[in-house]
């Protein structure tokens, strides 16, 4: 295949050829998003909503199943595509006479990929609508290097949800204030109290509604900011994908299920600044609340230069860039493949191309290689803002507005050290903890342990100083200056945090120089007797 991008439009589906694209923007300039889809069939046509009946869809044609719900038929040979070790799902219908097949021409692979072009190539055909079968082709291993975090790589997925993880019918229920059960209602109710507040305790919202904190948060959300009605979502739905996404978050230290629902409620929090109010319109709120909430998911807990440097499969198959986020993007996307967890299923078609859109800029923008960039675009919004006389930022431009939030959806990913201390310590532990994780498994891999990922040299105060003089506060500065007064509190408490781990650094300096001298004077003492 050629390096060109080639869009098709085929029986009311658009298919993506090669690893880069070229789609239209809101303001309708074209760009070319590289390789960021591993799923190279996307439905995004659908039947017109009816109005009567949200929850029962009454498709004609029957979309990729959960993974849960394949089945492997081991007298049938698979399918396997060029670049990918992951699962090719294969539709079969022998009846269906629009059925197609899109296979890659010759290229010039060279070494080893010359052997696999050879016996590789991968097929899409719609599906029937009598009889569908789906074919999973056997799996391994995202990658030896990823260790303990017991991938499996299941279609486009890292992990495959536990019996433990799936949750029962009475767990998720509309018929719950907040979607999930709980064995504390009052507790949990007192708590969803301080949703519009900054510095929710995300940790007791996980054990309150029984370790869905995700789902509880953001189905609360939805239904807060009346984002079920405009968009015609069925709650079932809703629940049904937030759950399923929930299950997709790695048991990690810091990058899991607590975090995204943190980052998510703080977006939320963000996003009723009066200094926004009414800037931005439905679309772009659906498409910041739903970045927030999937753009951590299935993170194995290893950082994109990790996966990089050991050539794990996703790094080759995002071609080294935005590795992580482009996945989380793709699993995010691929879930709502399963009927019953799509929660696009009532957007009209355009709408739905411009939020997806929305969302990939936004998912992307948390790369922290982009961090410089990022700054500097928001530096020069605040430098060039203007304000209406009621105190409201104008955004008149589309490109203004995804600029503020993809600013503020960084804002949020990074907003550990702007909450209450004890939150804030406990975000540490877990960030760092995580961190040391990778240096073990790259000291045990001979590679060269990465920054702040040594647990024998690391000074956790010293890092988080540093973390915030260099990383945070300068982000939170310009956020409070383009949204001002309104996150002056925020500014306020990092700045009252920054200097608690200032002064824990010099006690534990301290700490280590009188060490030194005591061990200086043991040696003397030691050599003098000798």
Known sequence: MGP?????????????????EEIENNDGSNRCLGSQRSDSFINLKKDEPNPSDLCNHGRLTERLKSIDETNIKGNQKPNR????????????????????????????????????????????????????????????????????????????????????????????????????RTSKPEELEDLMKDLDIWGLNLFLMDELTEHRPLTAVAYTIFKQRDLI????????????????????YQTVPYHNKIHAADVTQSIHVLLNSKALESVFNDSEIFAAIFSA???????PGLTNQYLINTASELALMYNDDSVLENHHLAVAFKLLQ???????????????????????????????SKHMSLLGELKTMVETKKVAGSGIIELDSYQDRIRVLKNMLHCADLSNPTKPLDIYRNWTERVMNELFIQG???????LEISAMCDRHKACIEKTQVGFIDFIVHPLWESW????????????????????????EADKKQHVDNNNNEKAQITESTSSALN
């Open 229 to 248: 009605n405009i968009f015609q979502i069925c709650p079932s739905t809703l629940l049904n994908y937030l759950s399923e996404l929930e299950n997709h």
């Open 440 to 446: 073990d498994q790259e000291s045990s891999q001979g």
């Open 81 to 180: 595509g060029i670049l990918s070790k992951t699962n090719a799902v294969v539709y079969n219908n022998d009846n269906n006479k629009n059925a197609f097949n899109l296979k890659p021409e010759n290229s010039n692979l060279i070494n080893d990929s010359k052997k696999i072009a050879q016996n590789s190539s991968f097929s899409i055909q719609k599906p029937s609508i009598s009889s569908t079968n789906c074919q999973t082709v056997s799996t391994k291993k995202l990658n030896s290097n990823l260790g303990d975090s017991k991938s499996t790589m299941t279609n486009i997925f890292l992990t495959r949800p536990s019996e433990s993880q799936i949750p029962k019918i009475a767990d998720i229920s509309e018929s719950y204030p907040y979607g999930v």
């Open 4 to 20: 060109d991008a080639v869009l098709f439009e085929t029986n009311n589906h658009l298919l993506f050829e090669d690893n880069k």
């Open 480 to 503: 409070s200056e383009l949204v001002y007064p309104d996150a002056q509190d925020i500014l306020d408490t990092l700045e009252k945090n920054r200097e608690w781990y200032c002064s």
């Open 338 to 368: 399963n009927e019953k967890q799509d929660i696009f299923h009532n957007i009209p078609r355009n709408q739905r191309r411009s939020i997806r859109n929305m969302v990939i800029d936004m998912v992307r923008a948390t790369d922290m």
């Open 293 to 299: 909430a999937i753009h951590d998911v299935d993170h």
